[in-house]
C-alpha cells in the first residue's frame, strides 16, 4: 500500500528469479490474510473507523503506481510497481467491510498470485539469457522464443483483467464493492484497470515484438523445466477465469452465486 511499501520495487529489482516470486506469489498475501483474519475479526471498531481512510489510500496506491509503473525502463521494476497497484484493489475491497469486497479481495489475492509470478519467471527466463532486464534491450522476442512468448501473453492480459482469464474477476468485483462503498474512489479504481492496460501491453509490445537484435536472434526457447512451471501458472489463470466458483465456493458465502447472474 501507499505509501508503506515504496520499498517493494527495489526488493524485487535485487531479488533473484526465485525470491521475485515467492515475494509476489506468497508474502505479499500476508498483509492481506492478516487484515482478514486479525483486523476485521478482532478489532471491528477500529477498522470501521479507519475504513474509509484505507479505501481512500488504495485508490491513490492503484493510481500512483499505475503511473509510476507507466514510466519504467526496467522490466521487473514495471511488474513490481504493477503489484503494488492490483494490492490497491484488495486492500480496498476488504475495508468496503462488504461481502462482495472481502470475497473479491480473496479472489484477488489468489489471481494476483499466480499472475504475478508467471510475469516474474517470464522475466528471469528473458535474464538469463541476455543479463539485462531493460526493456530497451529486447525486441522481437517472439521470432526466437514463441513459448515464452505465449506464456508471456497469458499472463500479461491476466494482468490487464481480460474478461476470461482470472484477473478480471477479482478486479471487477473489487471495483463494484469500491464503487457501491464510495463513488468517487470507485471511479479510480476502474481508471487504475485502463492505466494497467496501458503500461503492460505497452511491455509485451517492445519486448515480443518489433526488430529482433543479432543478440535476440540467438535465444533458446524455454526448455522442459522452464515452460512447465509457466504454463502450469497460465493453465490456472485461464482455468479460474473460467470458473471463478471454484474459489468462491471455498469461501462458503452465497456470494459467489453473483457469478451466474
Known sequence: MLPFHTWL?????????AGSVMLAGVLL????????????????GATESFAIYVVYLSGA????????????TDMKKMIAYSSVAHMGYV??????????GVNAAVFQMVSHGLIS????????????????????????????????????????????GLPGLSGFIGEFLGIISVFA?????GVFCAFGVVLGALYMLKLYKEVVFGCAGDE????DDLKVEEYVPLFILCFLIIFLGVFPNFIFSLLNTPVYNLINI
Not at 498475501?29 to 471491528?44: E, H
Open 91 to 100: 486492500t480496498g475491497g476488504i475495508f468496503t467491510l462488504s461481502e462482495i
Open 117 to 160: 509470478s508467471a510475469l516474474f519467471l517470464t522475466v528471469g527466463f528473458l535474464y538469463n539469457r541476455h543479463h539485462t532486464k531493460e526493456i530497451s534491450k529486447y525486441g522481437g522476442v517472439v521470432e526466437s522464443m514463441p513459448l515464452l512468448s505465449a506464456g508471456f501473453m497469458v499472463a500479461m492480459l491476466g494482468s490487464i
Open 216 to 219: 535476440v536472434k540467438k535465444f
Open 29 to 44: 498475501k500476508l498483509g492481506g490474510y492478516a487484515m482478514l483474519r486479525v483486523s476485521l475479526p478482532m478489532f471491528p
Open 61 to 72: 496506491a492503484i493510481i500512483y503506481a499505475s503511473f509510476v509503473a507507466f514510466k519504467q
Open 9 to 17: 520495487p527495489n526488493a524485487h529489482v535485487q531479488a533473484p528469479t
Open 181 to 185: 462503498y464510495n463513488k468517487t474512489v
